[in-house]
């Protein structure tokens, strides 16, 4: 069973924390042979033309962009978090993957700080399920910095699936435009079409962001947020 693990982050990102998120994964991942990372330059997005696409039709609306007044809402920021979704959903990442394998998007704003192991992998990647995910009982949409799509149970369809919300602008339609939101609709569909469940990493863990005291806790830090970015690299990004 292989696990592919999918990133991306901007140049200036990159700076900040995303040589460092590298550097401590091919550490990690060294002595686990059937796991390996992949990076997706921004360069490689920019040739993508369902994302050229999108954005020349919507990058340079201010309601796409989360403007609200003066103020942006990140809830309607289809452009900003339309990059991780076209990285993720390339098709070129599920090549070579047979039906057991799993394709796993990771922020990039992440770090390892252990081992990866069979038996951590076989913990957060369970059989039996479409996939895992960090579900929030105390918000409104799920935390998507770790998403695990087992090839198995439809994974390729999903992946199909939430890159048509963005090619069809389907997600226009919807309360919410960011990657979370458009990801949980997704997710429920998919959920009723075949009568497979999601495996919730976060399942019976309150507050806003429980990836610390999920499995993912025990090797995996997230930096999430421009505060805890600002405690961590001295800059907000």
């Given at each position: ?9 901007s ?34 997005l920019m040739?993508d ?18 403007l ?62 479409m ?21 198995r ?15 069809s ?14 990801w ?8 009723l ?13 309150g507050?806003?962001?429980p ?26 990004v």
């Amino acid at each position: 069973m292989r696990y592919r693990f999918i990133t991306t982050c901007s140049p200036k990102q990159m700076d900040v924390y995303g040589e460092q998120m590298l550097d401590a994964a091919d550490y990690y991942l060294k002595d686990c042979p059937n796991a390996e990372l992949e990076f997706v330059p921004q360069s490689d997005l920019m040739i993508d033309e369902d994302l050229m696409r999108f954005f020349d039709v919507w990058q340079k609306k201010d309601f796409a962009n989360g403007l609200v007044g003066e103020k942006y809402d990140y809830r309607l920021q289809a452009i900003r978090f339309a990059y991780k979704v076209f990285a993720y959903t390339k098709p070129v990442w599920t090549n070579g993957l047979e039906d057991d394998d799993w394709l796993i998007w990771l922020d990039a704003d992440t770090n390892f700080t252990g081992p990866v192991t069979p038996e951590w992998l076989e913990a957060v990647c369970p059989g039996g399920y479409m996939g895992s995910y960090i579900g929030r009982k105390d918000w409104d949409h799920s935390e998507c910095g770790w998403i695990a799509f087992s090839m198995r149970y439809h994974g390729r369809e999903f992946l199909a699936k939430m890159r048509e919300y963005y090619t069809s602008e389907l997600i226009f339609g919807l309360p919410q435009w960011h990657d979370s939101y458009i990801w949980d609709r997704v997710r429920q569909v998919m959920e009723l079409k075949h009568g497979s469940r999601w495996f919730n990493l976060a399942d019976g863990i309150g507050g806003n962001h429980p990836w610390p005291e999920t499995k993912l806790g025990e090797i995996l830090e997230h930096y999430k947020g421009p505060r805890a970015k600002k405690e961590k690299f001295g800059v907000m990004v």
